[in-house]
């Protein structure tokens, strides 16, 4: 795995949707196991320091981490990032009522709008939840009136407002 396969990445955002079903996924070991709850810790830790870890040769961690790519386990590499910090002061979760059967035209709709960190289909009472991110209160006014409500299939919204967010890092002894 080259140091630029590792530095790009999805960004956060799934894999384009190709329609094929993917194949039945290989059993993961301790080993495997171990090296994604260290990538997950720190993406951009060296092949070196990956293979000390779980105690393998270095071309054994690099052939590792390569299937774990191959195989879709791993899709990318990203930055945690501090949303307030970076100037996106407003946080929500908003959910969507859709016209049956047009998840995937409002999903392609959704990963256009660079506010959107999570879009997920779910069962209950509604069918889409999204999260987002936003510089302040008026930009997520104007994100769910003008481009949510906007979305033709979209039958309703409702705006949870997050007051405080913690992201849990895998495999840190609090998460």
């Known amino acids: 795995m080259a140091s630029e396969q590792m530095a790009e990445g999805s960004g956060g955002r799934a894999a384009e949707d190709s329609g094929a ?7 993961l070991d301790a080993i495997d196991r171990d090296i994604l709850q260290m990538l997950q810790k720190d993406g951009r ?17 690099y052939a590792r981490i390569n299937r774990l790519i191959d195989d879709g386990v791993i899709r990318g590499f990203g930055a945690r990032v501090d ?45 889409v939840l999204i999260l987002v991110h936003t510089r302040d209160n008026r930009a997520l006014r104007e994100l769910v009136l003008t481009k949510l409500q906007a979305i033709p299939e979209v039958l309703s919204t409702r705006t949870l407002l997050v007051f405080e967010e913690e992201t849990l890092d895998a495999g840190s002894p609090d998460a």
């Open 21 to 27: 079903q993917d194949p039945a996924a290989r059993p």
């Open 45 to 61: 830790a060296s092949i070196r320091s990956v293979a000390e870890r779980v105690h393998v040769s270095r071309a054994n961690a």
């Open 83 to 127: 949303h307030e910090r970076a100037g996106q002061g407003a946080s929500a979760y908003i959910t969507l009522k859709i016209v049956q059967n047009s998840w995937r035209t409002v999903r392609d709709q959704l990963r256009r709008m660079p506010e959107a960190a999570h879009i997920a289909l779910v069962s209950g009472d509604f069918d």
